[in-house]
């Protein structure tokens, strides 16, 4: 309300999230993905029968993909943020060996430092929010892939306070009245 005097822009990017896709594969070599994995998915052709026009459930594979969190542990385990799973490098190189896929990209968890590798580099986190809820002091970054799929992340900080502020009013264009 205060940034854009109306509710409907939030209500807007809301309903649009009911449609965005679940998920990615880069050139059948990155699977790019908001939370992580499933314990009811082994194949990426599992994620193509999910029916994606819906708000994100409580439970089952949609919510998984979205809320699940990878951790250093075996298997698979109970999320402490009440939805999603844990799962562990070994629940990784399966689903990319499977799947025949070098990383998983994801990005559901703060990382300080903008990003984070783990699991012999074939998951990542790339966290691309500088300074998470005004609060957080985090830096942010991007994952670049060049044509050999290396690696380069490009890093940021937040806006400084002063340069931040709340846009001015533009008229709306002719073309939409």
């Not at 994620?47 to 075996?74: A, F, N």
């Not at 402490?80 to 990319?96: S, T």
């Not at 590798?117 to 986190?125: D, G, H, I, R, S």
Request: a negative charge; charged letters at 25%; one cysteine or more.
């Amino acid at each position: 309300m205060r940034k854009y005097g109306s509710v409907n822009v939030w209500r807007y990017c809301t309903e649009i999230f009911d449609f965005l896709p679940l998920a990615a594969v880069i050139d059948e070599q990155v699977f790019c993905v908001h939370g992580g994995l499933s314990p009811s998915i082994e194949t990426l052709d599992q994620i193509k029968t999910i029916d994606r026009k819906q708000e994100v459930p409580h439970d089952g594979p949609m919510c998984d993909l979205m809320w699940s969190d990878p951790e250093e542990m075996s298997g698979w385990g109970v999320s402490p943020r009440g939805a999603g799973f844990l799962f562990g490098k070994d629940k990784v190189d399966e689903f990319n060996h499977r799947n025949e896929i070098n990383l998983i990209a994801r990005a559901h968890q703060l990382v300080m430092e903008g990003f984070k590798e783990m699991f012999n580099k074939t998951l990542v986190t790339v966290w691309s929010a500088p300074n998470y809820c005004y609060r957080c002091g985090n830096i942010a970054a991007i994952l670049e892939l060049d044509q050999d799929f290396e690696r380069r992340y490009k890093t940021f900080e937040a806006a400084p306070q002063d340069a931040r502020g709340v846009p001015a009013k533009k008229p709306a264009p002719e073309y939409f009245l």
